[in-house]
C-alpha cells in the first residue's frame, strides 16, 4: 500500500514510518519542513505540507491509499516543552487540522484518513470524557509531569475528534495510552474502543513502536472505520 504520514519526524510517526517500511509498504512521509531531511531508506519520500491548509494536504493525496495524522503543534520529539506551550495557547487547532484533512479529502473520498489523537476524549466511565472528569484529569496530568493548565489542549484534541464524527468520510481515530513513550515494540497489546485500557496496575501506557503496529495492523485490516479506538498494555 502507498500510506502518507503527517508528522513523520514525531515520536509516534517516525516509528509509523518504520513499522510501514518494515512490512513492505511505500511511504509518502511529511512533515513542515522536509528540505533538510537525509533520507537513505528504500520506498520512502519526504515532502512539505501545511496540515492546516486544506490545499497543501490536497496536493499530496493523489496516490495515497491511506494518510495518517500524527500532527501536533511544534516538534515533540525535539523540544516537549515548546509543543506543550503552543497546545495550551491555541487548543483549537486540532479543530481546524481535522476540518482542513476533511476538506482535503472532498476531492480524493476514497483516501483513508488515520488521525492520531489523544487519551483526552477516552472515557473513564460511560459518558464521561478524562478531558471533562477534572480530578482525573489534574491526576493523570500530574502523573505525567504536565502542567494542569494542559487540560485544555486535551478538551481541543476531544474537539477535533468530534469534528470528524460529522463527517461521512473513512475516517479513524487513535487514541493512543495515557502514558505513551519510546519503548520496545512488543506486538503485544490490548485493543479497546472508547474507555481507557489499563494494565493490572490500574496504569494506561504503551509504547510509542507498538502504537505504530496498532497502526499500521489497521492499515492492513480495517476495523474502526468511522469508528476511534485505543490500545494499552
Known amino acids: 500500500m502507498h500510506i502518507g504520514v503527517i508528522g513523520a519526524?514525531?515520536?509516534i510517526g517516525s516509528r509509523v514510518v518504520t513499522e510501514a517500511l518494515g512490512r513492505g509498504h511505500h511511504v509518502t512521509a511529511l512533515s513542515r519542513d522536509a528540505s533538510q531531511i537525509d533520507e537513505r531508506r528504500a520506498n520512502v519520500t519526504w515532502a512539505g505540507v501545511d496540515v492546516l491548509d486544506p490545499a497543501s494536504i490536497a496536493a499530496v493525496l493523489p496516490g495515497l491509499?491511506?494518510?495518517i495524522s500524527g500532527f501536533q503543534p511544534g516538534n515533540a520529539a525535539k523540544d516537549l516543552a515548546d509543543t506543550v506551550r503552543r497546545s495550551i495557547a491555541d487548543p483549537t487547532v486540532?479543530?481546524?487540522a481535522a476540518r482542513a484533512l476533511l476538506k482535503a479529502l472532498e476531492s480524493h473520498p476514497r483516501t483513508r484518513l488515520i488521525v492520531i489523537g489523544g487519551a483526552g476524549s477516552l472515557e473513564t466511565e460511560p459518558g464521561v470524557a478524562l478531558a471533562d472528569d477534572v480530578d482525573r484529569i489534574h491526576e493523570t496530568l500530574d502523573r505525567l509531569g504536565l502542567p494542569r493548565e494542559y487540560a485544555a489542549a486535551a478538551r481541543g484534541a476531544r474537539?477535533?475528534?468530534n469534528v470528524l464524527r460529522t463527517s461521512n468520510r473513512?475516517?479513524?481515530y487513535f487514541s493512543p495510552a495515557e502514558a505513551?513513550?519510546?519503548g520496545e515494540r512488543t506486538g503485544r497489546f490490548r485493543i479497546g474502543t472508547d474507555q481507557v485500557v489499563r494494565d493490572a496496575d490500574g496504569l494506561s501506557r504503551i509504547s510509542a513502536e507498538d502504537a505504530a503496529v496498532a497502526?499500521?495492523?489497521e492499515v492492513e485490516l480495517p476495523r474502526f472505520v468511522q469508528r476511534r479506538f485505543t490500545i494499552g498494555y
Do not use: C, K, N, R
Request: hydrophobic share 45%.
Open 9 to 11: 519526524t514525531g515520536t
Open 65 to 67: 491509499d491511506v494518510l
Open 94 to 96: 486540532h479543530s481546524t
Open 159 to 161: 474537539d477535533g475528534l
Open 170 to 172: 473513512l475516517w479513524t
Open 180 to 182: 505513551i513513550a519510546p
Open 215 to 217: 497502526l499500521i495492523d
